[in-house]
Nanobody
Framework: QVQLVESGGGLVQSGGSLRLSCVGSGRAFGSYAMGWFRQGPGTDRDFVGSVNWLGRVVLANSVKGRFNISRDIAKNTLYLEMNSLRPEDTAVYYC?????????????????WGQGTQVTVST
């Protein structure tokens, strides 16, 4: 089982930027796929993006061109770089890990989850 801890959320104005971090432990970082999801009030947990064990990134259409995912294997850390933030990006953001190498856009495919970090974008 992988343990995940997110950080970096906060309050930002529309058009601003934030970088979220997710530190993993318990398994060799980079040997499994990871993803970012978000959940707004009263909504389902939505896919933001994923990275497979080779580092290939897939992003949801709603964030393409604004968000990016990267990782630093030496630091056991996954990042979500968010730019041009909009009020509709307001949500709790979660990182997740799979027990396999391929990424997925489905929350039920992920086996381990962090506690989440709140991102609030004001107008």
């Amino acid at each position: 089982q992988v343990q995940l801890v997110e950080s970096g959320g906060g309050l930002v104005q529309s058009g601003g930027s934030l970088r979220l971090s997710c530190v993993g432990s318990g398994r060799a970082f980079g040997s499994y796929a990871m993803g970012w999801f978000r959940q707004g009030p009263g909504t389902d947990r939505d896919f933001v993006g994923s990275v497979n064990w080779l580092g290939r990134v897939v992003l949801a259409n709603s964030v393409k061109g604004r968000f990016n995912i990267s990782r630093d294997i030496a630091k056991n850390t996954l990042y979500l770089e968010m730019n041009s933030l909009r009020p509709e990006d307001t949500a709790v953001y979660y990182c997740a890990a799979r027990n396999t190498v391929g990424g997925s856009s489905y929350a039920h495919d992920y086996d381990s989850w962090g506690q989440g970090t709140q991102v609030t974008v004001s107008t």
